[in-house]
């Protein structure tokens, strides 16, 4: 039996795919189309980060073939809000995922204890990591020990400590008590029973 190498294989995967025969802008369109846009809702469970969410990018598409892998390889990355809800799933995900992935993340949306658990130093050097950062959400849910000026005094704090190297990063702060993101906890603990849970550096780094 003939083994075809691997320039042989991609040369028949341009000829006789529909989708890498098109103009590279299409498949931009289609690569974005089917990887960005979402909120990836990380947690950790059994030393492993895991995905948590029924709308999730398309990751099956990095093991199509080799030059699709190079394609879209870091678009999960740069089109995708990352949603942390607590500080040590951030420190997991900054020790797991290379720092070349890292770089290409520009949106963060953090929960209250990500803010709230650590020093208002360590959260600003945590950040400071993704150099790549334009936009952080503090999403924060006021409650009888949460009370609403603490979480706007400490993300007061941080922006203050990121303004020194990142001076162009748009922040915001919302109190997400009355919305629906009030029931993540709830609705994590039910989405995982009934789907179970994606690992997230499988998916995303096939």
């Not at 809000?81 to 995900?93: C, I, R, S, Y």
């Amino acid at each position: 039996m003939t083994r075809v190498t691997k320039a042989e294989a991609a040369a028949a995967n341009q000829r006789n795919s529909p989708l890498l025969r098109l103009p590279a802008e299409l498949r931009n369109l289609i690569y974005h189309y089917a990887l960005g846009n979402c909120t990836l809702i990380l947690s950790t469970h059994l030393g492993r980060l895991r995905l948590y969410q029924r709308d999730i990018p398309a990751f099956p598409l990095l093991a199509v073939c080799t030059q699709i892998h190079a394609e879209v390889v870091l678009l999960p990355y740069s089109l995708n809000t990352f949603d942390f809800a607590f500080d040590v799933t951030l420190d997991f995900f900054l020790a797991d995922i290379s720092p070349s992935n890292i770089r290409m993340i520009k949106k963060l949306d953090l929960g209250t204890w990500t803010v709230m658990a650590p020093s208002a130093g360590k959260s600003a050097v945590q950040l400071q990591k993704f150099t790549g950062l334009e936009e952080v959400m503090f999403s924060y849910c006021s409650s009888r020990n949460i009370w609403k000026h603490t979480c706007e005094q400490r993300w007061g704090m941080v922006v203050k400590r990121l303004r020194r190297n990142m001076p162009r990063l748009r922040t915001a702060i919302r109190d997400v008590r009355y919305e629906k993101r009030m029931d993540e906890a709830s609705e994590l603990f039910l989405w995982e029973r009934r789907y179970g849970q994606r690992d997230f550096s499988e998916a995303a780094e096939q």
